[in-house]
């Protein structure tokens, strides 16, 4: 996980320690959904199977067949995808805090009123290294690609990570996304679901980003204490 310079803790403005404790958050609340989500699971299905052993006599074969793929899509869709889900907002949620907290730390040291909310244009992270550039005059580029984890937040933000309410060309990348990245999938080709490596991953990759960000900062505003040191 990211580090961040304790001799600098009481520099005023410095933004590791809650930057650090915001993403060491998120991977907290991804690890307890990957520990937790097997035993919800299998609690959910032993419910279920006991259900049927009392109703089941009484179905008839089709009625007794759409409950069991109600409850499948409950398990394998909607709650396996709205649990990885929540994890993806909680990461970008992290990332986007910790971004913010780092760019007005520049802004601060730099004296200047320009605000990383006031570039309107581009993603996230374009309008990041277009902002630092503009301040400090120096080049910052993110070390990993965090294109996708932006895509899924929103998706699962605003439309609970279903693409059937996508237009075409979003849904079209919903399912590149799926094609091309390990540990992300559909449930009835619409439900999007995610597994524990792909959160992995967006974890990983948003502490690296976040600690490129904070080295940055640090080197371009080396610290003195009060001795002068």
Not at 35 to 64: C, S, T, W, Y
Not at 83 to 107: C, K
Request: charged share 30%.
């Amino acid at each position: 996980m990211m580090e961040f310079d304790i001799h600098r803790l009481f520099e005023e403005g410095y933004p590791g320690l809650k930057v650090s404790a915001r993403i060491g958050s998120a991977a907290d609340y991804q690890q307890v959904i990957e520990e937790f989500f097997p035993v919800i699971r299998d609690q959910l299905n032993v419910r279920f199977k006991a259900r049927m052993r009392k109703e089941g006599a009484v179905l008839h074969e089709a009625d007794l067949e759409e409950e069991t793929d109600i409850h499948k899509w409950m398990v394998e869709g909607l709650i396996a995808g709205f649990l990885g889900g929540s994890v993806v907002v909680a990461i970008w949620a992290a990332f986007e805090q910790g971004v913010d907290n780092i760019a007005e730390y520049v802004r601060e040291k730099e004296g200047l009123p320009l605000r990383l909310c006031d570039l309107k244009d581009g993603s996230l992270r374009q309008k990041t290294e277009k902002y630092l550039f503009s301040l400090t005059r120096t080049e910052f580029t993110f070390p990993d690609s965090l294109a996708d984890v932006q895509f899924l937040r929103n998706i699962y933000a605003h439309h609970n990570g279903d693409t059937n309410t996508l237009s075409v060309e979003q849904r079209k990348k919903a399912q590149d996304i799926v094609r091309s990245t390990q540990g992300v999938s559909f449930v009835d080709d619409h439900q999007i679901v995610i597994q524990s490596t792909y959160l992995q991953s967006c974890v990983s990759r948003v502490d690296s980003c976040l600690d490129a960000l904070l080295r940055f900062a640090e080197s371009k505003y080396p610290y003195e204490n009060g001795d002068g040191k």
